[in-house]
């Protein structure tokens, strides 16, 4: 049972660059999340995607966007790589509402 | 403010030793809580969900307090594999959005 799973697990990106992070879950669960962790920020949503078919900003959106292209994955997207989104990002599902979140074991990008 | 904030760290503590976090919250709608670790370079995971009536798991008690908004855990007899960084989770406005507090860390030593 792989649970979540995240790749890659880690990239360098220069600024201005494009890159998709990819997230897969197989759990069936309904939710799932994009957070990134920095040192002394804790987690910070991104973006989270309730069901199946929608998505929701987050606390940090800027510079990002999701698509949740079926019930199994949900992709972050940098268009334009910056250095202050060099960070830890962390993809989770759950089933719903206060349920346990379960979380990939993260992607290290650093931007340079 | 921020939704959730913890206490400040690290706290270092002997083995044996009782340690005790608190987590307060902004959103008094907040439905659910949690109390999840995060070891080093790794991903969270849940340690705990916190009840309205208080739970316990073996060394560890969590507490909720509705009327001050804040929640809390006990570790007691603390161990070397204690050691690690501690998330306080909360529900946030929306129902579908789970917001973590900056975490706490934990040094346990010999």
């Known amino acids: 049972n792989a649970g979540v799973t995240q790749t890659p697990k880690f990239q360098v990106l220069k600024t201005g660059q494009s890159m998709t992070l990819q997230c897969a879950q197989d759990m069936n669960h309904n939710s799932m999340y994009w957070y990134r962790q920095d040192p002394g920020m804790g987690l910070r949503l991104i973006y989270y995607?309730?069901?199946?078919?929608?998505?929701d900003k987050g606390e940090v959106p800027n510079g990002y966007n999701v698509s949740r292209l079926n019930k199994r994955e949900f992709s972050l997207r940098l268009e334009s790589a910056a250095p202050s989104q060099t960070s830890v990002y962390f993809c989770?599902?759950?089933?719903?509402?206060?349920?346990?979140?379960?979380f990939g074991q993260g992607t290290r990008l650093t931007v340079v | 403010r921020k939704e959730v904030e913890q206490d400040p760290g690290p706290f270092n503590v002997p083995e044996g030793a009782t340690v005790a976090f608190n987590c307060t919250y902004s959103n008094s709608a907040s439905q659910s809580f949690f109390w999840y670790r995060q070891d080093c370079r790794k991903e969270p995971k849940l340690l705990m969900s916190?009840?309205?009536s208080g739970n316990e798991d073996g060394r560890f008690t969590a507490q909720l307090n509705r009327a001050s908004q804040y929640i809390s855990l006990l570790i007691r007899d603390s161990k070397l594999s204690d050691s690690a960084t501690y998330l306080c989770?909360?529900?946030?406005?929306?129902?579908?959005?789970?917001?973590f507090g900056a975490g706490t860390r934990l040094f346990v030593k010999a």
């Open positions: 916190v009840y309205s």
């Open positions: 995607s309730a069901s199946e078919g929608t998505t």
């Open positions: 989770v909360v529900e946030g406005a929306g129902g579908f959005k789970t917001i």
């Open positions: 989770a599902s759950r089933q719903g509402a206060l349920t346990e979140a379960f």
